[in-house]
């Protein structure tokens, strides 16, 4: 716990301009990101008697031990500044919304030759309409089976279409006339991505003129005694009114506005969002954070404007958005939504009328909100808590082990060696922190000497990081054989949270690009290119003047626990490797799957946990991961391997060309067998690069032939390679 004075600036540095502040703790993590009007004033408020600081504030400033700001001219770019610091460095005592990236939303690609209807998630894509977010899926596919009678947009995906136009029947839909079919050329595309656009229309609240226009044409069509297409026309307006209907009108005067409203206690907070397009409402969705700064409902407003439109533009930021309490600075805030959107925006509380009565439904749904989570999350979080307390009795720990890291080793026969280390944070897996290694110190199938490759290869880059930041002056003598340095580790790239990661040597620190921030540089940050003076500083590949900008990283983190999936010898092999690098406040231990028994180091006689245990329950959950996510990396690595060609090897030689010369002789075997001189034949296919294709398979080892195991038969390649 840091002392807040031991860090306060000089209140002549302060300057009192606008401008947005930074808190790192000792790690120089960003923990805390601010905006304020007057950076001098504000900062004052957080070195004060610590008696006088909410709770929350206080533990804040004594988890930090230094404060950093950048000057902006205008409240407005603070608050940009602000929200993207926020997003950048995933601040944790920062409110944060759990984002609803999940939401379906119903989208019309207008990005492609032939726009299609369908149902989207996740990030939103350039070029694509959106309507919504939806409760549901099914609410979607309900809606477009309505609408699919008056505008029969294509809704099937680029391989049907595809299969569609070379076969040239379309699909079930085309034949029903729920599809325009422009797969088969039904119609021309000018004419489908009209289609696609009326049905934009609809869906954006322009319904009157297009039910009007078939109740004229079912008029017309009954005079002319045209009754089967008038009775079809019939149909189609009261589909599109069967669609207008699921949104029921609850604005009179077609207004363009997002509702938002907020319930809270002392803990949580709950925000409902209502999205009223043409005085109908067409989405809703919500978010629940922890209250892990000091902050009212103006505040919790403010950061849920930034989530919800902080990277929206255009329609997308409607022209009314309502609230329960304005920002603390509600000009700043209206013209930042009107930079986004590109024109005025009103930032109002509902005083009266239609749209008062609208905010107190959604004020309603948000508390049913918050009701219905802290119901879910009472049992959830006593349980996790229970079982981490649990594991920090049975092993002797002096707290509850908020970050455990288990490690686990995979590998077919001695092939394909690999390790997985997964990381689970108060009881929950924390998937953007997974990594993956491959064994490189040996060959063969050492179980016990690859644990302690891993671990000493983890917490070596652990201790590059605590010496980089000034934590970790001088490295204490190694207990042990000190082992070989491992080479410069190439920088892992960068991927989504969703997505587990893959990282070959030990992953280099991430650094992703930083935003822009407009003014001078704050105090004691580095400016571009400069490089700590440590040892590591000659190596190019260390280099990066980003690594200390406070941004999660890869390896930079500590566990309480280290799990490892194995018994005494895999357990003896982690604890080895954490002495040889003078590591002693890392507790360890091992979870052996035959009887589900807890090892620890120099302990002759395991630890058995009750099999009721939620200690052992969570214990199994982690190991169990960490296995997984080491078996699919293997078994990828094998895929990987067993694809491989000889031609792979070959410089310059690139997919179309191999495909060229396999075609050409016919199988992997009969190019095997050819002479350079019929190499050359195939075209495309020069003197040097056929020297090359031979001397590649005359190097590789011809493969033992395969055998059916039912048959005894001796399978023999086929073309491309495979074998029959």
């Not at 319930?263 to 409402?281: C, P």
Request: with cysteine; charged share 30%.
């Amino acid at each position: 716990m840091a002392d807040p004075s031991s860090y306060r600036p000089k209140p002549g540095q302060i300057p009192d301009s606008p401008g947005v502040y930074k808190f790192r703790d000792e790690h120089r993590r960003v923990i805390y990101v601010g905006k304020a009007k007057n950076l001098r004033q504000r900062l004052a408020n957080y070195f004060q008697d610590l008696a006088g600081l909410h709770p929350r504030t206080r533990t804040m400033v004594t988890t930090a031990a230094s404060v950093e700001w950048t000057v902006v001219s205008t409240e407005v770019e603070a608050l940009q500044l602000e929200y993207s610091w926020i997003k950048e460095f995933d601040p944790r005592f920062n409110v944060k919304y759990r984002d609803d990236k999940s939401y379906p939303y119903l989208a019309v690609t207008l990005n492609e030759d032939f726009p299609r209807v369908q149902v989207m998630r996740g990030a939103k894509k350039k070029g694509v309409r959106y309507f919504g977010p939806y409760g549901h899926a099914w609410a979607i596919r309900e809606t477009v089976d309505l609408m699919l009678r008056v505008f029969p947009v294509r809704t099937c995906s680029a391989g049907v279409f595809k299969n569609a136009e070379r076969s040239g029947r379309p699909c079930l839909l085309g034949y029903i006339g729920k599809c325009s079919a422009p797969c088969v050329g039904r119609v021309t595309p000018e004419e489908h991505r009209d289609l696609a656009e009326d049905f934009c229309d609809f869906m954006a609240g322009r319904t009157g003129t297009y039910i009007r226009r078939l109740e004229k044409d079912m008029t017309q069509a009954a005079e002319e005694m045209e009754y089967e297409r008038a009775a079809r026309l019939r149909d189609d307006a009261e589909a599109l009114k069967r669609a207008m209907e699921k949104s029921a009108v609850v604005l009179a005067d077609a207004t363009d506005a997002d509702l938002i409203a907020v319930a809270e206690d002392e803990l949580e907070a709950a925000v409902q969002i209502f999205h009223v397009r043409g005085g109908r409402v067409r989405g809703q969705r919500g978010w629940v954070t922890d209250k892990v700064e000091a902050v009212d409902t103006a505040g919790l407003v403010e950061h849920a404007l930034q989530q919800l439109y902080g990277e929206e533009s255009g329609d997308s930021v409607p022209k009314e958005v309502l609230v329960p309490a304005l920002p603390e600075d509600p000009d700043a805030v209206s013209q930042w939504l009107a930079d986004r959107r590109g024109s005025q925006v009103s930032l109002r509380i509902p005083q009266r009328g239609d749209k008062k009565d609208l905010m107190v439904t959604v004020q309603r749904n948000a508390q049913q909100a918050l009701g219905l989570h802290k119901t879910k999350r009472a049992s959830d979080l006593t349980t996790r808590s229970r079982a981490l307390e649990e594991i920090a009795e049975a092993l002797g720990l002096d707290s509850a082990p908020l970050r455990v890291e288990c490690f686990d080793i995979s590998h077919l026969q001695g092939d394909d060696v690999v390790a997985s280390m997964v990381v689970f944070e108060d009881g929950l897996a924390r998937k953007s922190e997974y990594r993956r290694f491959q064994i490189k110190g040996f060959e063969g199938q050492d179980d016990v000497r690859s644990m302690h490759e891993v671990i000493g290869r983890r917490f070596k880059r652990y201790l590059q990081e605590r010496e980089r930041t000034g934590e970790w002056e001088e490295t204490p003598a190694p207990t042990g054989p000190v082992p070989a340095p491992a080479p410069p580790a190439p920088a892992a790239t960068g991927e989504p949270a969703t997505q587990e990661p893959v990282v070959g040597e030990l992953a280099a620190v991430e650094a992703a690009p930083g935003a822009l921030a407009p003014g001078a540089l704050a105090p004691g940050e580095p400016a571009a290119g400069a490089v700590a003076p440590d040892a590591r500083s000659t190596d190019p590949a260390r280099e990066d003047p980003r690594e200390d900008d406070g941004r999660p990283k890869r390896f930079a983190y500590p566990p309480q626990l280290v799990v490892v999936d194995g018994g005494q010898p895999q357990v003896a092999a982690a604890k080895r490797a954490l002495d040889e690098l003078g590591i002693d406040d890392i507790a360890v231990c091992g979870l052996a799957k035959r009887l589900e028994e807890v090892w620890l180091p120099d302990d002759d006689d395991p630890v058995v946990l009750p099999r009721s245990s939620e200690g052992l329950y969570l214990l199994q959950r982690i190991r169990d991961e960490a296995h997984r996510f080491a078996i699919t990396y293997q078994r990828a690595k094998r895929a990987k391997r067993i694809r491989s060609s000889p031609l792979d090897d070959v410089p310059g030689l690139g997919e179309t060309r191999k495909q060229a010369l396999i075609k050409h002789f016919g199988s992997v075997k009969k190019l095997r067998q050819a002479t350079i001189d019929e190499i050359c034949e195939v075209p495309g296919i020069g003197r040097r690069t056929a020297e090359s294709v031979a001397a590649a398979f005359a190097a590789a080892a011809p493969a033992a032939p395969a055998v059916n195991t039912a048959t005894g038969e001796i399978i023999e390649e086929d073309d491309g390679g495979s074998r029959t």
